[in-house]
């Protein structure tokens, strides 16, 4: 059973479109996360949901749009990608009380 | 940014023990260590964390020293499996909506 399940794996595309990465956990955890890992490596946050609630926004470009329809989804929306969109993003959640964060097997974009 | 350093990349001989040191001397005292690996094109995993004392799992061991300002991973038996990138993180404990910040970690080579 997968935990936290991430579509599409791969994403290829134009710059200047618009596409979204969905993101499912099935842990029933009440916070999720997106972190962007960049060509050189570094893991940073971007967001943190916390039962629907965004309560993280890491100087985010507002053309990344996180949506969370219910606590087991956050999908990631980015308009008008640009070449420096182009990284590996990870979904995660948690739960408040404990400690381990579980992490999604990561979605490669590419932006050309 | 985050407030450990570790040493950019190590070697290990298959089944032997592999020891990764972390520093984390402004470490607070509601502050935990945690251990997170990433192997190659998947998401981070959790390994082991504790406060002070020594901790043990299936995984891997933690010794934190008695100032606590630093600490070190030993996966006793390591295997080519446990090739990976191994990432030292302090953290308030049991904040599980709070994100985890990374460093640049230290990329493991276990060699036949």
């Known amino acids: 059973d997968t935990a936290v399940s991430q579509t599409p794996k791969y994403l290829v595309t134009q710059m200047g479109n618009d596409k979204s990465i969905k993101c499912e956990q099935n842990?029933?955890?009440?916070?999720m996360y997106w972190y962007k890992q960049d060509s050189k490596k570094f893991l940073k946050i971007m967001f943190s949901?916390?039962?629907?609630?965004?309560?993280i926004n890491e100087t985010v470009p507002n053309r990344f749009s996180p949506k969370s329809p219910d606590k087991a989804h956050l999908n990631l929306h980015i308009n008008s990608l640009e070449l420096g969109d182009s990284a590996v993003y990870f979904c995660?959640?948690?739960?408040?009380?404990?400690?381990?964060?579980?992490f999604g097997p990561g979605t490669r974009l590419t932006v050309l | 940014d985050a407030k450990t350093t570790q040493p950019t990349s190590m070697d290990c001989a298959e089944g032997r023990a592999a020891n990764l040191p972390c520093n984390h001397s402004?470490?607070?005292?509601?502050?935990?260590v945690y251990w997170y690996r990433q192997i190659h094109s998947q998401g981070p995993q959790y390994i082991i964390h504790g406060l002070k004392n020594n901790e043990t799992n299936e995984m891997a061991s933690l010794i934190i020293t008695e100032d606590r300002k630093s600490s070190t991973l030993i996966l006793p038996h390591a295997t080519l499996r446990d090739t990976a990138v191994y990432y030292c993180?302090?953290?308030?404990?049991?904040?599980?909506?709070?994100?985890?910040?990374f460093g640049k970690g230290t990329r493991l080579s276990v060699i036949a």
């Open positions: 842990l029933g955890h009440d916070t």
């Open positions: 949901y916390n039962n629907k609630e965004l309560i």
């Open positions: 995660a959640s948690s739960q408040v009380q404990n400690n381990e964060q579980f």
């Open positions: 402004t470490i607070s005292g509601n502050e935990y």
């Open positions: 993180i302090v953290r308030v404990a049991n904040s599980g909506n709070t994100p985890l910040v």
